[in-house]
């Protein structure tokens, strides 16, 4: 087949593709597919489509939230093949923070006008390590899963911050007693292949990332109705066609219960010393394409992508139909990839800008999962109310 050709089948597929999109019609997985694979040629068609169903979404905003993060402990049961963040006892930075640090965290990003406490951590690390269990227990409680619930209710008695938790897999009983401390919370899917936990692969030695125990919790965040961050990891070891079947795996959550308040597309980045040090990263364009296909497949859903991890080009995912930037701190730094800083404030302001959006902060929950966290008794529903402007934004201005 010439080039010629193949371009004129590619451009027939994608115009039928986003014909079916735009009938009304919930884009197919066979569709989804044809789109992330389209040539650099029809590429700008794809991304317009996506950037139009981006401004039905949300028109004229991106949303971001001013954070902290918070390393809870980078102790860890797990180990994943693009992971810096991690470490065993004894490993040089291995640390757990106490509640003096968090606190101190928090009350400097509070003077800078924060809204979000974004706990990390590692998964159940007391399952493996004794030394865990020998600090949990110094500090006075059971589990890692206990610290973070309490580190949450500390953050909300003490501080005008809202806890966002991130503790990996969870029971059904954990999201409910977290979800009393924390008006939204996350767990990233990354990828539905489970070939990726076989040995040499990016969650070789890392059970945790199942993707059948990862759905299972979100799933269960949404029967409880738990406003929920997710989302998928690009570049580890997986097919462009993984990448649309983990997008529908979302998506069919979010239909049967209404709670993905976002999704994110990451993109890995190699570093020194990790197993996969020499993995090539995936490129800008493979990035537009995964937020291109993300939007379409969820035209009403949340779509977010990390700026500092496509820096310096960070802006040109705009035109692939985000409509937001996630997490970005005035003052720590992204512990997850310590190498990649976050944009100044000003610097995303501008940037949006110039592509033709206002830049809003916004809560750890969207606008428009507040009512939900509002729905909840006590000092959470109270810190929520006095965070939240009008709109649902954060009250103090982008």
Not at 289 to 313: C, D, E, F, G, K
Not at 363 to 368: A, G, M, Q, S
Request: proline share 8%.
């Amino acid at each position: 087949m010439s080039p010629a050709t193949e371009t004129r089948l590619q451009s027939r597929s994608l115009a039928l593709s986003l014909s079916e999109m735009q009938s009304g019609r919930a884009l197919s997985r066979a569709a989804a597919c044809d789109l992330i694979r389209c040539s650099d040629d029809l590429l700008p068609e794809l991304l317009s489509s996506a950037r139009a169903a981006k401004e039905r979404f949300k028109p004229g905003v991106i949303t971001y939230s001013r954070k902290v993060f918070i390393p809870l402990t980078n102790l860890c049961r797990d180990y994943c093949g693009y992971c810096v963040f991690r470490r065993d006892p004894g490993d040089p930075g291995a640390h757990t923070m106490t509640p003096e640090e968090v606190l101190e965290v928090v009350h400097r990003g509070q003077k800078l006008g924060c809204t979000e406490a974004l706990f990390s951590l590692g998964d159940k690390p007391e399952l493996a390590f004794p030394e865990m269990r020998r600090t949990l227990q110094r500090l006075g409680y059971r589990s890692t899963l206990h610290y973070l619930e309490e580190m949450c209710e500390l953050v909300l008695r003490e501080s005008t911050l809202l806890p966002h938790p991130n503790p990996g897999l969870m029971s059904a009983e954990w999201i409910r007693r977290l979800s009393a401390v924390s008006p939204s919370m996350g767990l990233m899917l990354e990828s539905t292949n489970a070939a990726l936990l076989k040995a040499g692969a990016a969650h070789d030695n890392a059970p945790d990332k199942l993707p059948a125990r990862r759905l299972r919790t979100i799933e269960d965040a949404g029967k409880q109705g738990v406003p929920f961050t997710t989302g998928l990891l690009i570049g580890i070891g997986e097919s462009v066609e993984d990448r649309v079947d983990t997008l529908l795996a979302i998506r069919d959550l979010h239909e049967r219960y209404g709670h993905i308040q976002e999704v994110i597309v990451q993109n890995f980045r190699a570093k020194p010393g990790i197993p996969m040090q020499n993995f090539p990263e995936p490129s800008l364009g493979e990035m537009l394409r995964t937020v291109a296909v993300a939007r379409l497949l969820m035209p009403r859903v949340n779509i977010q992508a990390p700026p500092n991890l496509s820096a310096p080009y960070y802006d040109e995912l705009l035109d692939a139909g985000i409509n937001d930037w996630g997490g970005v701190s005035p003052l720590t730094p992204d512990f997850i990839n310590p190498e990649k800083p976050w944009p100044h404030l000003e610097e995303l302001r501008v940037r949006t800008q110039a592509r033709g959006f206002k830049l809003e902060a916004r809560l750890p929950v969207y606008p428009e999962f507040l009512p939900r966290a509002l729905n909840r008794p006590g000092l959470l529903r109270d810190r929520v109310r006095a965070a939240a402007d009008a709109q649902g934004y954060a009250r103090r201005a982008a």
